[in-house]
Each structure stands twice: as structure tokens, then as C-alpha cells.
């Protein structure tokens, strides 16, 4: 028998002629290594998000005694479960889904025992990360089509989350409002805190309104509650609760952030920003407590997938203002 895990060579000189009268040119050399030491040859699965239902593959380089190679694998973190082969490949079968956004690492000790040639010598490692959480609640996208409408469509997402559809003007018509006219010389105007402000449709100067009159007006509907100086990871919760939040934020675009502020008639200082802009927060990707996306219906984008980061950006413009519908 030839040795194992050995390169053999093999020249034939030129001038070998056939028995037909031909002969080589050149010499021609062939060369081949036989089986040596059992190794592995790939791991599945891998990367950053591994479906949590995936099982996991280990494929050796040759045949293998499978009870042998079974004691030398490890996973961790500690998963039960089952194996069963396909050819070479060891597959391990969870007895259930792996959680969300969790490193494992799979790892093949020395000593595997070989079947036809020889046992394993080096170590084999493996790690690979699961799927992070993606959670999207089902609320229907509606684009706004008039210009200083976002609040009330982002309203009328959250209630038709709900299963109630009435239109933009009709919210319009039902919320309380401030006609206070704008006064542009002394800098006064009225009170979103207190109704809706300015023109809905922007041909005169329009603004829009704050969380407590859509809160108000919300509760015609269904039960809601407004917040103030909230946090991210209650928010999603709510959202993960089945609950839509609508929020106060700035738009994003060019210019959006410039401090607008004024005063009311009676002296009351009121906080306002160009591109004052509502959301609905629909869902979040990664941990709840420090999630990687945050899901946003968006009355001008559709459904926007933006950073954590800066959704904090963009939030932090109102004090992480924020109406939840129940």
C-alpha cells in the first residue's frame, strides 16, 4: 500500500515510443498526494445573520467514524439538540429556534478518528452571528397632499391601524384649533400646544400642531396618551405591544432644525423648529434595548428604515414628544 498523506511523482522521460510508432516529445510528469489527515472543510452557517431556525453544517475533507466525530464537536453558547449526517457533512439540528443577534462558536477538537486515513491533528473553529430581531407592526402607509398635513395623516395611519379611515380634512375639521394671525413684525403668533396652527394647505403660512390637541382629538376615536420627554426603549415597546406611536421630530431635509420660535399674544414663549415633521414609529431591528434600525411610516418618504442614531437626532429636536394610540 502506498503511505499515507504522501506526494508521489511520477516522470516518463521523452522518447517513449508506442507500439504503433509514435513517441513523446517532452517528458511528462504527473504528481498526486494520498489521503492524509482528516480536516474540515467548511462550516454553515455563516456571517452577521444566520436565520435563528438555520441548522448547523460541519463538512470533513474525508469519511469519517461519525460517533467519533460527534464527541469532538462543542457549540458554544449550549444549544440541544440532534445530529444526523449527509455524506461527510455533520448536521446538528436545534431541538428549537436560536435567539435573536446571538454569536455562537462551533468548535471541532483534535483526535476525530478517520476511516481510511488518518485521525484529525488541529483544532477547527467556527463562529456565526443570528438574524437580529425585526419587528414591523402592519400599519397602512398614507402620503400626505397637502403641505402642512403631516401630523393629521400620521393620525390617520395610527387609526387606520385600528380600522378607522377618515380623511385628512375631516381630522382637520374636528381638532381644536388657534387662529391667532400671524404677526410677523413683533414676532407673535398662537399656540400649537393649544390647536391647530396656520394654513393646512401652505398658501398662506402654515405651522401644524403639537401632541396634546392630536391626543385630543385622537381620544374621539380611541383611548391614546401623549408624552413628553420620553424614552426610545418605551416607545418601542408600546410599538412591539401592537400600540402605533406617532412622534414630533424635524423632516431631515435641507434647513430642517432652524429655530423658529415666537411668542403668543400673552406673552407665552412657543418652541418650533423648521421642518417640523410627524412619523409613526412602526418597528425596530435588533435588541429592543439597543436596536440597529428604527422602522418609521413617513406621510413624505413611505416607510423609511433610518439609523438609531439618527432617529435620536431627529426626535431629540421635540424632547422625544410622542402620542401612543391604543
Not at 452571528?129 to 397602512?140: A, D, G, M, Q, R
Amino acid at each position: 500500500n502506498l503511505a499515507k498523506e504522501t506526494t508521489y511523482k511520477v516522470n516518463f522521460p521523452a522518447g517513449l515510443r508506442s507500439t504503433i510508432g509514435g513517441y513523446t516529445e517532452k517528458e511528462v510528469a504527473w504528481e498526486f498526494t494520498t489521503i492524509g489527515a482528516v480536516t474540515v472543510s467548511s462550516f454553515a452557517p455563516a456571517g452577521n445573520s444566520a436565520s435563528k431556525g438555520s441548522n448547523i453544517n460541519i463538512t470533513f475533507n474525508q469519511a469519517v467514524d461519525k460517533a467519533s466525530a460527534q464527541s469532538h464537536v462543542s457549540i458554544t453558547p449550549t444549544l440541544q439538540g440532534t445530529y444526523s449526517w449527509s455524506g461527510t457533512t455533520l448536521v446538528f439540528n436545534p431541538s428549537q429556534d436560536m435567539p435573536f443577534n446571538t454569536t455562537y462558536t462551533v468548535s471541532v477538537s483534535p483526535g476525530v478518528k478517520t476511516i481510511y486515513g488518518l485521525d484529525s491533528r488541529s483544532a477547527f473553529s467556527h463562529s456565526f452571528t443570528t438574524e437580529p430581531e425585526v419587528f414591523i407592526l402592519n400599519v397602512p402607509i398614507i402620503y400626505q397632499q397637502l403641505r402642512y398635513s403631516c401630523n393629521l395623516v400620521s393620525t390617520r395611519m395610527a387609526l387606520a391601524y385600528r380600522g378607522i379611515y377618515v380623511s385628512t380634512l375631516t381630522l382637520h375639521s374636528q381638532i381644536a384649533k388657534d387662529n391667532t394671525p400671524w404677526d410677523p413684525d413683533n414676532n407673535i403668533w398662537g399656540n400649537p400646544n393649544v390647536g391647530y396652527l396656520g394654513d393646512i394647505y401652505g398658501v398662506n403660512k402654515g405651522y401644524g400642531v403639537y401632541w396634546g390637541p392630536i391626543s385630543g382629538l385622537i381620544s374621539g376615536y380611541r383611548s391614546s396618551s401623549a408624552k413628553t420627554g420620553w424614552n426610545r426603549t418605551a416607545a418601542l415597546q408600546e410599538v412591539k405591544n401592537g400600540n402605533p406611536v406617532i412622534i414630533w421630530a424635524h423632516n431631515g431635509y435641507s434647513y430642517a432644525g432652524k429655530n423658529i420660535s415666537w411668542h403668543t399674544p400673552g406673552g407665552d414663549y412657543i418652541y418650533a423648529v423648521s421642518g417640523m415633521h410627524s412619523y409613526v414609529i412602526v418597528g425596530y431591528e435588533g435588541p429592543i434595548e439597543n436596536p440597529t434600525y428604527i422602522y418609521l411610516n413617513d406621510p413624505n418618504r413611505g416607510r423609511w428604515k433610518i439609523t438609531t442614531s439618527y432617529f435620536n437626532s431627529l426626535w431629540g429636536f421635540f424632547n422625544n414628544s410622542a402620542v401612543v394610540v391604543y
